[in-house]
């Protein structure tokens, strides 16, 4: 009986992770609250093995023009 408890929990908390995936919750929000108000276009990259961070880097964005000011040329 104990054995299914822990597999419904693994279960359960393997679902929040997948959702959290999906949705863009991976950031702490005060990292995401930092990347917004510096207006950051890259990208973020985390390499987790085993529960554990291996690498994480980001990637800056090379076209930050607007799409307004795409489009009046």
């Not at 929000?29 to 985390?46: C, D, P």
Request: avoid cysteine; aromatic fraction near 10%; glycine fraction near 6%.
């Amino acid at each position: 009986m104990t054995s299914d408890v822990i597999e419904d929990s693994a279960e359960r908390l393997f679902t929040e992770f997948r959702r959290k995936v999906r949705s863009a919750e991976v950031l702490s929000a005060a990292v995401e609250k930092m990347l917004r108000v510096m207006q950051f276009t890259g990208k973020v990259s985390v390499v987790v093995q085993n529960g554990r961070v291996l690498k994480s880097g980001y990637e800056e964005g090379y076209f930050r023009q607007s799409w307004d000011v795409m489009t009046e040329s």
